[in-house]
């Protein structure tokens, strides 16, 4: 009986060994797990290119009608591209208020050169608002930054180092790190992930009026998540829900989706 105990906790142990060996060297095909997309942009827009170094990231302008100067940098999640057709409800949701919106992919991502990496994003991210700023000239004060899943941490490290009229928050996480270990409760995932996308520690860097929206039938991000950021965030900030899961909230609800995007863009103080 002891034999087969201490066989029983071996073979345990090995297996425990294994996954955490797994996810140790898996962990950026497991994070940055990016899904081909043959879908495009479904409304008027124009292809763009810019550099962060020397890698050529790729993106695109979708302009608003008539004169209309604010605008939109758009920070994707880590799972798809400027492409995903869960992200066409926001571009049209974006065109009917009259945004101008610059989607792009980070390094490594769709037609983007580089390795895809959590700092490659940031720095797409940065690169992205340097072209809006100086090559379209775009004022900071004109600028509304947008992230969704881990693009929340990525548009969090942008707003604290930028001036920018607001920032909309969709989906976030705390941290990387709390979500796995939310899946793999046993693990030790603060040491096996090099990668932490920790926006907690970002957020309280942030000035600019918060916007903070979660699907309240999102099953992949726990509402907590969303809850504890906006908790710690400084004022002006306000968290509105949605109906939907974490992909097509914004289809299924679209109406209360614009109305609160809307009522948002209302309360910022344009230049």
């Not at 073979?11 to 962990?27: D, E, K, N």
């Not at 049209?92 to 390795?115: A, C, I, P, R």
């Not at 548009?155 to 709390?178: F, K, M, P, Y």
Request: proline fraction near 3%.
């Amino acid at each position: 009986m002891k034999r087969l105990f201490f066989l029983i906790i071996g073979v345990a142990f090995i297996l425990y060994i294994s996954a955490v060996s797994w996810l140790l060297f898996r962990q950026d095909e497991i994070i940055f797990s990016v899904q081909a997309e043959k879908s495009s942009v479904q409304l008027p827009h124009r292809k763009i290119e810019f550099k962060n170094r020397e890698d050529v990231l790729a993106g695109c302008i979708i302009p608003a009608v008539g004169e209309r100067k604010q605008w939109v940098i758009f920070c994707h999640g880590a799972e798809t591209t400027l492409y995903a057709k869960g992200h066409q409800a926001r571009y049209n949701t974006w065109h009917k208020l009259n945004l101008n919106v610059l989607t792009f992919d980070y390094l490594g991502y769709g037609k983007s050169q580089g390795e895809p990496s959590e700092l490659g994003m940031y720095e797409s991210a940065r690169a992205a608002y340097h072209y809006l700023s100086n090559v379209e000239l775009v004022d900071e004060s004109d600028i509304i930054i947008y992230g969704e899943g881990l693009g929340v941490s990525v548009a969090l490290d942008l707003a604290r180092q930028v001036n920018v009229a607001g920032v909309v928050l969709e989906n976030g996480i705390t941290s990387l790190i709390d979500l796995c270990q939310e899946t793999y409760p046993l693990m030790p995932m603060h040491l096996i992930f090099k990668s932490t996308f920790d926006a907690r520690t970002r957020i309280n860097a942030v000035v600019a009026p918060k916007l903070f929206i979660y699907a309240s039938d999102n099953q992949k991000i726990a509402s907590i998540h969303t809850q504890q950021l906006y908790d710690i965030s400084l004022q002006p900030k306000a968290i509105k829900f949605v109906e939907g899961g974490h992909h097509d909230a914004i289809s299924r609800d679209s109406l209360n989706y614009q109305r609160i995007l809307r009522t948002f863009l209302q309360t910022i103080r344009w230049k």
